[in-house]
Nanobody
């Protein structure tokens, strides 16, 4: 599985960006995809994820501002980012997994991800 991100750039606070992830290779048993981000000096963190059944996960810091979506065949994954803040500045990575994740008390918990893209930089100026 190969993943290539695009759509990053420089935007002012309050603006929007849409990230895309083009997936290729053996996608037939991909069951979840997601977006991670890593800011300088910080650990990589999961931002959003989506399962093959359409279940969604969002980190608390992006709920209500970011939206993850995909096409029906996992060929393209998107991350719509609205109301961007300077603290959203990071390298954003696309990831894919053959595992589904788990469900507990009505919430979706994404799996560990096995495949990674090279990342696209998002910079939000104040």
């Amino acid at each position: 599985v190969q993943l290539v991100e695009s759509g990053g750039g420089l935007v002012q606070a309050g603006g929007s960006l849409r990230l895309s992830c083009a997936a290729s290779g053996n996608l037939y048993n991909i069951n979840a995809m997601g977006w991670y981000r890593q800011a300088p000096g910080k650990e990589r963190a999961l931002v959003a994820a989506i399962s093959s059944g359409g279940s969604l996960y969002y980190a608390d810091s992006v709920k209500g501002r970011f939206s993850i979506s995909r096409d029906n065949h996992w060929n393209t994954l998107y991350l719509q980012m609205n109301s961007l803040k300077p603290e959203d500045t990071a390298m954003y990575y696309c990831a894919a997994s053959r595992d589904l994740g788990t469900y507990y008390s009505g919430s979706y918990y994404p799996p560990d991800f096995h495949f990674w893209g090279q990342g696209t930089q998002v910079t939000v100026s104040s």
